[in-house]
């Protein structure tokens, strides 16, 4: 077993003012932890209980993950291993990136620049290598959760769902690494379903946010662009029914279901 002297570069418990409160910042909020060496999950979960934090914990891949699944609508932050018994940390932010925007920060004992760059890219907030300074892991913490914690001030620039990839500030759509060409409204359809995966539009709810509610438009307009916009993506390789009808009411968009390697669906939540 490793040991905590090898994982943690410890700081005195006082070294450091605890911070004051901001309401729904700092005060309650609820922070997982998934790591595999019991000794520094222990002594993480200690310490983040002691900044006022609600801690979660998990020991592999699957339990964090359906942990986070489970609490979704609660968690304000994921602290997650790369190297996790099971399916691995890089695997697990995969899953959850398509699924939420919750703030993720990646624990890892490899310092590889590339190890970085993978973790980043597939969608995580930030990556702190192993051994580390306790009193920097917490301020990360600090910095995820107030993130978390005004939305509005920090919305996301890439859209992580499945294997569909949406960089808003750039207007990209990709399925893969294939870049998919839209026209303005099947983006702003895309966009707004995919946005809030699992909640149903009505078709009045999708022309307001896409043609304006100034415009008077039929709205089996929209029918016939969710149509268009079924089309490109299906022939990007995106699933048929990412994007459901619902009868009588409108449409929500679903995550499609991504294949662990063992071949084992890791199935999106989506209602």
């Known amino acids: 077993m490793k040991s905590p002297e090898r ?55 699957e339990t964090g993950l359906a942990l986070a699944r489970r609490e979704v609508t609660e968690l304000d932050l994921v602290v997650l291993d790369v190297m996790l018994p099971g399916i691995s940390g890089f695997q697990v932010l995969r899953h959850l990136r398509a699924e939420s925007d919750i703030p993720i920060l990646m624990l890892s004992a490899r310092g590889e620049e ?18 580390f300074a306790l009193r920097e892991l917490l301020a990360r913490v600090r910095a995820g959760v107030r993130r978390r914690a005004v939305p509005a001030a920090q919305p996301p620039s890439v859209l992580f769902r499945g294997s569909l990839r949406v960089e808003l500030e ?46 008077i438009v039929d709205e089996r307009t929209v029918d016939v662009h969710i149509s268009w916009l079924r089309g490109k993506l299906a022939d990007a390789g995106l699933a048929a029914n990412a994007i459901r009808t619902v009868y009588g009411v409108g449409y929500r968009f679903v995550v499609p279901t991504e294949t662990a390697p063992d071949g084992a669906p890791l199935q999106a939540t989506a209602t």
């Not at 070294?15 to 060496?37: I, M, S």
């Not at 590339?114 to 051994?131: I, N």
């Open 170 to 215: 750039r207007r990209r759509v990709l399925v893969g690494d294939a870049e998919i060409q839209l026209r303005p409204k099947e983006y702003g359809l895309l966009t707004t379903l995919a946005m809030e995966p699992g909640r149903v539009f009505n078709r009045q709810d999708l022309l307001d946010a896409v043609w304006g509610e100034e415009v």
């Open 114 to 131: 590339q190890d970085r760059v993978d973790g980043l890219e597939l969608g995580a907030d930030d990556y702190v290598v192993k051994p």
């Open 7 to 61: 994982l943690l570069q410890p700081v005195p418990l006082n070294a450091e003012r605890r911070p004051p409160r901001t309401g729904a910042a700092l005060e309650g909020a609820t922070v997982l932890v998934v790591e595999d060496d019991p000794t520094l999950l222990s002594t993480l979960s200690y310490n983040l209980s002691r900044e006022g934090y609600r801690v979660l914990t998990a020991a592999d891949g």
